[in-house]
Structures are given as structure tokens and as C-alpha cells.
């Protein structure tokens, strides 16, 4: 929250050894923030919990997502075919998975 007005929310799920999957959404009012947000976001999953990854999908359409989570350090390890539903179109279309890791912060 900035201001009292939310920037988004976040979560981990999927806690596996020193890996967890990471889930995101910016709201308006963060975009012009987006980057320092994500930076404070991973910094905190860093500190937080003795993880050495997170793993992340990314809906392939949204490229605005997909350069967000290279712009925050994270690597693209592959695409999965029809692994996300979007709900506009009606039908699933790839996710491309990312990989961000506690030593590339």
C-alpha cells in the first residue's frame, strides 16, 4: 500500500526443498512502481523463507507480465502449451515459465 491505496498483491504456494512458485498482480496504481515493487517483493521472499528459487507462469499473451519478470532479473526456462486459462478469449494458451533466483537479486 502506498498512500493507502493498494499496488497489488502477491503469493507462494507450492513450497517444494528451497523452491516455491510465485504468483502476482499488479493494479493500476502500482505500475508506475512496478519495478521497486517487485525488487522489495523478491527481497522479501529472500529474507523471509530459505528459499534458492521461485518459479513462475506467465500467461504468453501478457507480454507486459513476461518483460515485468525479466526487467526484475528472472529467466524464461520454457513454454508450456495451453497451461493458462484466459478467460476473455475463452480458451488456454501457453504459459511461459520463469525462473528467479536468490543469486541473481
Known amino acids: 500500500m502506498r498512500g493507502g491505496i493498494p499496488q497489488g498483491f502477491f503469493y507462494l504456494t507450492d513450497f517444494e526443498g528451497a523452491t516455491a512458485r510465485i504468483h502476482f498482480a499488479l493494479y493500476a496504481a ?11 517483493v523478491l527481497a522479501w521472499c529472500w529474507a523471509t523463507f530459505e528459499l534458492q528459487a521461485l518459479l513462475g507462469v506467465i500467461p504468453g499473451l501478457n507480454l507486459g507480465a513476461v518483460n515485468y519478470a525479466r526487467a526484475l532479473g528472472g529467466r524464461e526456462l520454457g513454454r508450456l502449451p495451453g497451461y493458462c ?11 511461459r515459465q520463469f525462473l528467479f533466483e536468490r543469486e541473481a537479486a
Open 30 to 40: 502500482g505500475r508506475p512502481a512496478r519495478l521497486a515493487l517487485g525488487r522489495q
Open 85 to 95: 486459462w484466459v478467460a476473455r478469449l475463452k480458451r488456454a494458451v501457453a504459459g
